[in-house]
């Protein structure tokens, strides 16, 4: 289930510590301080109560994976869970596309874009490109098209990034066409181009042809990568250096610089977290699966989640819930996966993590006092009065008490005298 992506490049998420190390952070921030709660990525990766034990592996890769844990599935917000969603995406894509091509269909990748600021909100771009690009496959010039050119559907993914312009909104579309001809096909993508600008103007907004393609699929993978290969993720998790070009920063890199106390790269990633939680890409309807022949497929899981029990790969060692969830619950589990993948023996990760996620009892609280019988009161009553006998006796039973001894005292006048004064 698990992707082999962990120990690909280089990247700053390219290993399970660091993902793990984000991920919380991303829980830290997302999560309401008052009332303790947040999106499903901030209840990621702790074991459920009914699990008996989280199982760390290590699979051929080198990567390791952790059993018997909860996972979020949200593409959006969850490094962790993010390389499994883009796998899914990919595959379904690309059976989609394979079924395509085995009825000799041609698939065109359209890109839609509008133009953007710095300080233009997210949540009114993806408005503008969802709005205009759903209008330009709606209506009756569009179904003409459709006709003539088979479109049997459109595959959509969402991309975001935000760069020295603001963020940057864009939509990767995959017309799936039947048409005779490749030129039909192109035809096809450059119709909803052209119709996707004008609803984009309806909305107030502008959309220039420069910031638009359109180009035929070479083939299912082709295609695969060019809708499902989620930028965001590939520019985080897979490239060795920190991405600065014109698309931007990809939002797994704000996030990780909103951790280091950026606080406008912290507005930034709450910003994208609210818009984008939850958004759907590469929906493969049940029209478009049954004339392909193959099972719809949806993001319907994600932001819901589900335990993984089994993690792929060689068992390294095992961890009580409790020990895992008390590691979680201190941001320690990526440390713990990080001794892992540096070999430690498990023997010594295990007590280490143990040892961290139970520390010691506090030292027992020291006695209350003991309570004045009422013969100390009556007698710090004489005592008040004046009473030399009572003083002395009292003082007595004083420093029988504080010494704890019954035994009789022998007191000399020096020491009676202080006895009386100091009381
Ligand atoms: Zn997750």
């Known amino acids: 289930m698990t992707p082999p992506l962990s120990s ?43 699990v008996e034990a989280v199982t760390i592996t290590r699979r051929d890769s080198g990567a390791i994976g952790v059993g018997g844990v909860f996972r979020c599935d949200s593409a959006w917000l969850c490094p962790s869970c993010a390389p499994r969603q883009t796998l899914d995406r990919q595959s379904r894509v690309k059976d989609a596309v394979s079924a395509l091509y085995a009825q000799d269909g041609t698939a065109v990748m359209v890109t839609l874009t509008v133009q953007h600021r710095a300080g233009d909100r997210l949540a009114d771009l993806k408005r ?11 209506g009756a010039p569009w179904a003409r098209m459709q006709k003539r050119a088979g479109v049997i559907g459109v595959l959509v993914a969402p991309e975001v990034t935000h760069g020295r312009h603001g963020w940057h909104f ?25 119709r996707y600008m004008k609803y984009v103007e309806a909305e107030g907004a502008t959309a220039k042809r420069l910031g638009q393609d359109v180009q035929v699929a070479t083939s299912p993978e082709n295609a695969a990568d060019y809708v499902a290969k989620g930028l965001a993720w590939e520019l985080a ?84 819930p409790g020990t895992w969830n008390g590691l979680m619950r201190l941001g320690q589990a990526a440390a713990l996966i990080r001794k892992v993948e540096a070999d430690q023996p498990w023997p010594e990760v ?50 029988r008490r504080s010494t704890g001894s019954r035994r009789l005292f022998e007191l000399d006048a020096t020491v009676v005298t202080a006895l009386i004064k100091v009381r």
């Not at 503008?128 to 709606?138: C, L, S, Y």
């Not at 027992?364 to 009473?387: K, L, M």
Request: aromatic share 4%; charged share 25%; with cysteine.
């Open 8 to 50: 690909e490049g280089d990247g700053f998420l390219s290993t399970t510590s660091k993902r793990f190390e984000l991920r919380h952070g991303i829980g830290r921030m997302l999560r309401d301080p008052e009332t303790g709660k947040g999106p499903a990525v901030c209840g990621c990766g702790r074991s459920g109560h009914e």
């Open 350 to 399: 295990a007590a280490w993590a143990r040892r961290t996620a139970n520390p010691p009892e506090p030292a027992p609280p020291p006695p209350p006092p003991v309570r004045p019988s009422e013969r100390d009161i009556r007698d710090a009553a004489a005592v008040q009065r004046g009473s030399t006998a009572a003083r002395l006796g009292w003082a007595v039973d004083a420093l």
């Open 170 to 194: 864009h939509l990767h579309l995959l017309v799936l066409c039947l048409a005779q001809s490749n030129s039909t096909a192109a035809e096809a993508g450059e119709f909803l181009i052209q």
């Open 237 to 320: 998790g897979r490239s060795g250096k920190v991405s600065r070009s014109a698309k931007g920063r990809a939002p797994f890199e704000i996030a990780a610089s909103a951790m280091t106390g950026q606080p406008r790269d912290y507005a930034l990633w709450r910003e994208y977290a609210e818009t984008m939680a939850g958004t759907r890409s590469c929906v493969v309807t049940a029209a478009m699966a049954e004339q392909l022949g193959i099972e719809p497929a949806d993001d319907s899981a994600q932001d819901e989640g589900e335990q993984e029990l089994a993690a792929d790969g060689v068992e390294v060692g095992i961890l009580s």
């Open 128 to 138: 503008i490109v969802q709005t205009a690009g759903r209008k330009a496959r709606q």
